[in-house]
């Protein structure tokens, strides 16, 4: 049974950083693909950033996001994490990590993955 757990989220100040941890376990093949989405109050979930399990490879949903977010995974650990940088109060969400079974080159989409975890909630605030 596949199961997605993320922490790290908090409370953060504007122009700090938060770095997300996504456990991962259940997978019986590497050709998965890890996602990080977030969902603002009011609004629809966004992709974010993805990485294949087979090869580490990243995406993702928009350039500019690059600037502040990064991506990454410690295999020895099957955690994938997702770094923030500036955080800004327009950053306030629920974050969630989310798997796609065979990893595509838009791991970013929600619609294309096929388990989520909980999410872990960011509040940016003074």
């Known amino acids: 049974q596949v199961q997605l757990v993320e922490s790290g989220g908090g409370l953060v100040q504007p122009g700090g950083s938060l770095k997300l941890s996504c456990g991962v376990s259940?997978?019986?093949?590497?050709?998965?693909?890890i996602g990080w989405f977030r969902q603002a109050p009011g609004k629809e979930r966004e992709g974010i950033s993805c990485?294949?399990?087979?090869?580490?490879?990243?995406?993702y949903a928009e350039e500019s996001m690059k600037a502040r977010f990064t991506i990454s995974r410690d295999t020895a650990k099957d955690t994938v994490y997702l770094e923030v940088k500036n955080l800004k109060p327009e950053d306030t969400a629920v974050y969630y990590c989310?798997?796609?079974?065979?990893?595509?080159?838009?791991?970013?989409?929600?619609?294309?993955?096929?388990?989520w975890g909980k999410g872990t909630r960011v509040t940016v605030s003074p």
């Open positions: 989310a798997a796609e079974r065979i990893a595509t080159l838009r791991c970013y989409l929600p619609r294309n993955m096929d388990y």
């Open positions: 259940g997978f019986t093949s590497d050709y998965y693909a």
């Open positions: 990485i294949s399990n087979w090869d580490g490879s990243t995406n």
